[in-house]
């Protein structure tokens, strides 16, 4: 297969990916990454219909790149009371602690997975790329994306994964190993066990896929994505070193545990939404997991962490706060995203 900046027919200097990193960047980071010769991309897992709206405005009228929409494809659980009565009581120790109510301890869901509200605003604006995490939207909605001619990708974590998302169509696997920061992409299995490693899965995946593997997980310079291009990848995606450019969101706690020998321990932990997501150890993770059965279902575990969070972060703490990282930091550096996006340009072939 072809290895060609022109992958998917999208126009970038180099198939080098920004990994969407959802409560770490909004259209910023996509547009200076875009208009470094990249794909930037647009995380949406947080925003309401109107920010998803506003925040593509942004994004489409700063550039004529071709960019990335990120949504993801969880199916809602049925909040389940003994698990969310268990939760709280885990928590109450620590409301009491940073003198907060128990009482006032909130409920719901954060974060919503893509549906045909989305889509009708999603359609305006036509993205090359359109990816998902934690599998597909049900087929009509995926061919109605595809219609538009936007490209669909999808992250997998396993090789039974990347196979049935190439049977449903989708143009390209995104490879997720596991060295990679934030949530675990998996959507057929729960199981951890059968998760591996950036270089296995890759090697895996070019080896039986006949459409293009995008390679994540642990690419934080040059050589990572010359290795990566090694093992049959066609194009990588990077978030952990974008976390501290200057256009990310990121907190000034969250960049200084990244910049901090604390970050080499990082670990797979669902206490922060109810599914397996790598972040650097932090002080509820060392208390009660790093990964808890009784953190509810994704995202059920959310709400009640975030005034715990909120108060911590207020004395400058990051005790509640999820440090979502990669295993690899070496790439994270304070500077604008265009420098980054040099950087890892580097590993690419001549054109
Ligand atoms: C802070 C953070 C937030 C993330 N949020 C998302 C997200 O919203 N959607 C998504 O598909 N992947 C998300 N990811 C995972 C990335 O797509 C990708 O798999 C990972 O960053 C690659 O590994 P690396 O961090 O070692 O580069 C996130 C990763 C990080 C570090």
Redesign the pocket.
Known sequence: MEMTARLLDLDLQAPLFQ??????QDHRLALAVCQAGALGAL?T?MLSLEQLDQELKALSSGTQAPFNV?F?AHTQPEPDPAALQGWHAALTPYYLELGLDPKDMPQGAGRQPFGPAAAEVLQAYRPAVV???FGLPDAQLMRRIQSWGSRVLC?ATTLPEALWLQAQGVDAV?A??L?????R?HFLSHDLSEQMGTMALVAQLSRALSIPVVA?????DARGVQAALALGAQAV?????F?CADEAT?SPLHRAALMSPNSRHTALTNLFSGRPA?GIVNRLMRDIGPLSPLAPAFPLATAAIAPLRKAAEAQGRSDFTPL?????TLGCQSAPAAQIVQALMAGFPPA
């Open positions: 990994a969407p990193m959802a409560g770490a995380p897992a990120n993801f990816s998902f995490h992250s995104i997720q190993g060295e990679a920061g934030g949530h992409g994540a997980g642990g690419i934080a995606q990077v978030g952990t070193a976390l990121t790598r979502w990282s990669g295993q690899n």
